[in-house]
């Protein structure tokens, strides 16, 4: 997965949610699959996949020859990953067709692999020794496909969107790769991705990197204020797009805008350490994610449609790490939906498991509030505070000496009060009073006297 590319300053106002009409039955998508946890068998995997939803392709991050066996004869299209470190050895031409040989040809074509991804995220490891070998390598493996008869397999690498120079005007047609790799490391990959009719793949995450201030814009939400580009006039209503077209830019800069790009991984957690989690989120983010998919492109490429991995298949409990990288998932290892974003067929439940939560759309009656959970220490509530009041568009001057809310005063009861005016102006949505599990929703109103919540 990805980690923090720079923030970009495309970022806006954070608000209110308003929830659009998305159908309820999607036609094919792709998920990372990851294996950190403990998880089913991949033969379990490969059925359910094929039986119960309509994900028509994954990627991996290896070659593992279980799961490569599993997906034989699923029709679901598959793609490997060679792990960064054999990268170097790759370079050598008879290491290449060796590494076909072992990995490809036994399993090809009874099952769909459709792409090998030539390490990930390489240029952001700031390893020398992978970067230089990177293309000899894909040109290798492209090589000894071709010599082995293979021609429907691509070669390809994964990057991070820390290849790209924000600029500072926050216009995506100025969008440029970074100084030093542009044209002595990704130009002449572009060039072979022209040369091959392979993809460009790219990890676009609007999670890492947003302002705090500006979640709205960052998640598809509305409303927000949207980002004119002031070069080519173009409106932009959320992150993911600007991502997305400034590296359009970046690549035509070159002289490569015609290359295919493929989202190699792209998703938003369902928890994490911070209130911008939740089940509504990511459903919100990846429904959005998907619909772009298949039936919208981008303000520079409004007639694309970009072939889609989101991240990731399952929420893989041992992962290391905060609790975010614990919870990218869109199932549970009982196959039962996290959260729905239409990927089951007819509706199904998943493999007999949970069914999937609830996502309530924000409420404009009353009977819901968002209160300091008991146990809550004053450090986390003045933490809460601290960040409603500065990120969370909320108006605290109530809580102030003089304010309405003022007395009782107290850290537990201002919290409350500013934790609940985040729950309200976001539709009050649970995921809304998590505050990284200090909040609770209560149904009794918690007004006193002057002060109303």
């Known amino acids: 997965m990805a980690k923090a590319p720079p923030s970009t300053s495309l970022l806006l106002l954070l608000s209110a949610v308003v929830f659009l009409t998305i159908p309820a039955a999607i036609s094919a998508i792709g998920v990372n699959y990851g294996t950190l946890g403990n998880l089913p068998p991949p033969t379990e995997v490969a059925n359910f996949l094929k039986t119960q939803t309509s994900i028509d392709s994954v990627k991996i991050f290896n070659v593992d020859p279980n799961i490569l066996r599993a997906f034989a004869g699923t029709g679901i299209s598959v793609v490997v ?29 009874q099952t769909k692999i459709k792409y090998i991804s030539v390490g990930n995220e390489i240029l952001l490891t700031g390893d020398n020794n992978m970067i230089s070998n990177l293309l000899p390598a894909m040109r290798n493996l ?16 994964a990057h991070s969107l820390n290849i790209i120079a924000y600029d500072l005007n926050g216009a995506p047609s100025s969008g440029r790769f970074r100084p030093g790799w542009d044209t002595g490391v990704l130009a002449p990959i572009l060039a072979y991705h022209r040369r091959t ?29 949207a980002v004119r580009d002031p070069f080519t006039h173009k409106i932009y209503t959320n992150m993911y797009d600007a991502l997305m077209d400034s590296t359009y830019s970046a690549m035509k800069a070159l002289g490569y ?36 998919s298949q039936r919208q492109g981008t303000p520079l490429m409004p007639n694309r449609r970009f072939e889609t991995y989101i991240f990731g298949l399952f929420n893989e409990e041992g992962k290391p790490g905060p609790t975010a990288e614990r919870n990218w998932g869109l199932f549970h290892s009982d196959f039962s939906p996290v959260y729905d974003v239409g990927l089951l067929r007819n509706g199904q439940g998943g493999g007999g498991g949970r069914p999937a939560p609830a996502l309530p759309a924000p409420s404009t009656a009353g009977g819901k509030w968002c209160v300091a959970k008991l146990g809550a220490s004053d450090a986390q509530l003045q933490g809460n505070i ?68």
Not at 142 to 157: E, S
Request: hydrophobic letters at 35%; glycine letters at 10%; charged letters at 15%.
């Open 81 to 109: 990953t060679v792990p960064n470190g054999d990268i170097p050895a790759l370079a050598n031409g008879r290491q290449a067709r060796r590494w076909v040989s072992a990995n490809i040809l036994p399993f090809h074509p």
């Open 142 to 157: 492209n090589k000894a496909l071709v010599r082995a008869g293979v021609r429907d397999v691509k070669v390809t690498t």
């Open 197 to 225: 009719k392979s993809p460009f793949m790219i990890n676009p995450y609007p999670y890492f990197g947003f302002d705090p201030k500006n979640v709205n814009f960052a998640l598809f939400r509305s409303p927000y204020k």
């Open 257 to 292: 805008g015609d290359v295919n790009i493929v989202v190699g991984e792209t998703g938003w957690p369902s928890a994490c350490d911070a209130p911008w989690c939740s089940l509504e989120n990511a459903a919100w983010f990846n429904r959005n994610i998907i619909k772009r």
């Open 386 to 453: 601290d960040w409603v009041c500065s990120q969370g568009g909320v108006d605290c001057k109530p809580i102030q000496a003089g304010g309405s809310c003022f007395n009782p005063s107290s850290v537990r009861t201002h919290a409350s009060f500013v934790m609940n005016a985040y729950f309200q102006k976001n539709g009050r949505s649970d995921g809304s009073c998590n505050f990284s599990g200090t909040g609770v929703v209560v149904g009794n109103n918690p007004s006193n006297g002057a002060c109303r919540y």
